[in-house]
């Protein structure tokens, strides 16, 4: 159930309000928008709480809200979330690139690649360090002196940096070397995962199960939020369909339908959701044109020799800089912002 407040209603009736619904053994959720202000009640609401709300002074309308996830939901939070790291800002009118290898190999190829991330204007950089590779007998990851490695690259070049994270007993050292924890695919539902990344603060892009239902994703999204952390971004990486040709299909749809359903930001990965190197650039683009608020993309110096199987959807340092100066022209018509630093990279 939502309580939406009438506009002028002060902070003093706000917290009277609040103290009323909590007297009936339900939590609250407050969320101040631009437009209105919307208490969210989460628990058994009667009916009669319902009705008594709905006489309260400075209670403009209630509504029952039948989803099963509550606080990742639009109805609950009218505004889009906006997620703060340093000077970069995802959700907001900002758009943010992260970009980067599949795995972090070496100390050399990672300040490589962030070098030339830096250079051609993306603003984060992504790596594994723990890799959750399909065959037990495939590289794994360099563990953690790969987010050594990272941290140190990115603290060089001046970049946030995102790498996954796929079991709770690792959440700690991972937030500790970097900026923002990635939860895989295969991952989206490992409810202790989540459970765990709810007691932190540190921002977590949360990658939609390659079956799953957008509800399903939601609900996944929801154990973090309701933990505690609020600073939770959806990732579109592409669901398994019968088409064989690309890896995955990426579902563009997916990027308005969550941000109708939800206020969290939305990053589109157009690398795992094609697995196809010269569709990347064109789906990165169609990405941004659905509204996307970031991209994140593979991108290596030597893909041919890469240690995971993702060279072949990584893009070459130049074709990733021509990406991001084709990102800046695209993103103010779709109502963002990015500067490439007009730089075109060589390696
Ligand atoms: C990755 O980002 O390298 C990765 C393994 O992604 P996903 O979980 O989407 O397959
Ligand atoms: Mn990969």
Do not use: W
């Not at 000077?87 to 100390?107: F, T």
């Not at 990732?235 to 088409?243: N, S």
Request: charged share 20%.
């Amino acid at each position: 159930m939502i309580v939406i407040l009438s506009n002028k209603v002060t902070e003093e009736r706000i917290a009277e309000i609040i103290q009323h619904i909590e007297k009936h053994e339900v939590t609250t959720h407050l969320s101040r928008g631009v437009d209105r202000t919307v208490i969210g009640i989460i628990g058994k609401a009667s009916p009669m709480l319902a009705e008594h709300l709905r006489q309260l002074t400075g209670v403009e309308q209630v509504v029952k809200i039948s989803k099963s996830y509550k606080l990742a939901s639009r109805d609950f939070h009218p505004d889009n979330t906006v997620i703060k790291i340093g000077g970069v800002e995802i959700g907001g009118d900002q758009l943010v690139v992260m970009g980067g290898p599949c795995a972090v190999e070496s100390p050399e190829q990672i300040d490589e690649i962030a070098r030339l991330v830096k250079a051609s204007g993306a603003q984060v950089l992504r790596g594994g360090a723990f890799k959750p590779r399909t065959g037990p007998y495939s590289f794994q990851g360099v563990g953690v002196e790969g987010l050594v490695m990272m941290a140190e690259a990115g603290q060089k070049h001046g970049l946030l940096t995102i790498t996954e994270v796929m079991t709770p007993e690792y959440v700690d050292v991972c937030a500790e070397y970097a900026d923002i924890l990635q939860v895989g695919t295969r991952n989206m539902q490992n409810f202790d995962l989540l459970r765990k990344l709810g007691t932190i603060q540190k921002p977590v892009l949360l990658k939609r199960g390659f079956s799953s239902t957008y509800d399903e994703f939601l609900n996944a999204a929801e154990y973090i939020l309701a933990g505690g952390n609020p600073n939770v971004m959806l990732c579109e990486r592409g669901i398994r369909t019968f088409e064989t040709y690309t890896r995955n299909t990426l579902d563009l749809s997916a990027i308005p339908a969550l941000q109708t359903l939800s206020h969290l930001p939305v990053i589109s990965d157009p690398s795992h959701g094609t697995g196809r190197r010269e569709l990347v650039e064109p789906m990165s683009k169609a990405s941004v044109a659905a509204g996307a608020n970031g991209l994140i993309v593979e991108m290596h110096t030597d893909p041919d020799n890469s240690m995971t199987g993702d060279g072949v959807q990584s893009l070459f340092p130049e074709q990733f800089a021509q990406l991001m100066l084709d990102l800046e022209k695209l993103a103010p018509i779709c109502g963002k912002r990015f500067d490439s630093k007009k730089e075109l990279v060589c390696s």
